[in-house]
């Protein structure tokens, strides 16, 4: 009985160990990453540094990046846990680096922008990333890019704040990640180029 008892806690310690590893160390484990078919999704590889966005450049991969969503104010939706590790703008796309737990299913994320800011010459806009709850049975630790165009958020500045110069910057703090500096997007109207 006592050869039983140590053979099951050694078997469970080992169960318990491995898994832990997996759930950990992605990298370890390149093959098993959560694949969607979505566009605005890029996987990191094996060996690849958290710290540099990837941006496809494919036109038509653009086609696909969901659009932010402008509300009066930040919604109080629940939201599954995730880490926002880093942002950047290129153009009109925000790249946000993200880790969370599956890799069965698809998870959803959506950008929520507020209309609601201080009429600044920098305006400072809250934003918030959203993990949609899903029921994901997997608990790898997946790490992604995922795009979402801002070209809505553009689209009401320039409409609802006729007097601002041809080019301007926008500053947005994501809620999603406290500690980390507002982004940058850089605006400009049609008919300037960037400057």
């Known amino acids: 009985m006592k050869n039983i008892i140590v053979m099951f806690i050694v078997g469970m310690a080992f169960l318990i160990s491995s898994c832990q590893e997996q759930t950990q160390n992605p990298l370890k484990y390149p093959d098993n990453r959560e694949q969607s078919g979505s566009a605005a999704v890029l996987p990191l590889q094996a060996g690849e540094e958290y710290n540099s966005l990837a941006v496809v450049a494919d036109d038509d991969a653009d086609a696909n990046i969901p659009k932010c969503i402008l509300l009066p104010a930040l919604p109080d939706w629940p939201t599954d846990y995730f880490d926002l590790e880093q942002s950047a703008i290129e153009g009109d796309i925000l790249a946000i680096t993200l ?6 299913v ?3 994320f959506k950008l ?3 209309t609601t800011f201080e009429d600044t010459d920098q305006p400072q806009i809250s934003g918030e990333v959203f993990h ?3 029921n994901d049975p997997c608990d790898q630790w997946v790490t992604q890019v995922r795009k979402f165009d801002l070209s809505p958020l553009k689209e009401f500045l320039l409409r609802n704040y006729p007097d601002t110069p041809p080019c301007f ?3 947005i703090l ?4 406290p500690k980390q500096p507002p982004v940058v997007y850089h605006i400009c109207r049609d008919d300037h180029k960037s400057q």
């Not at 994501?174 to 990640?177: E, G, M, N, R, W």
């Open 99 to 104: 880790s969370y737990t599956g890799g069965c």
């Open 106 to 108: 698809p998870h959803e």
């Open 112 to 114: 929520v922008v507020s």
């Open 132 to 134: 949609t709850p899903v």
């Open 169 to 171: 910057d926008a500053m």
């Open 174 to 177: 994501l809620q999603s990640a």
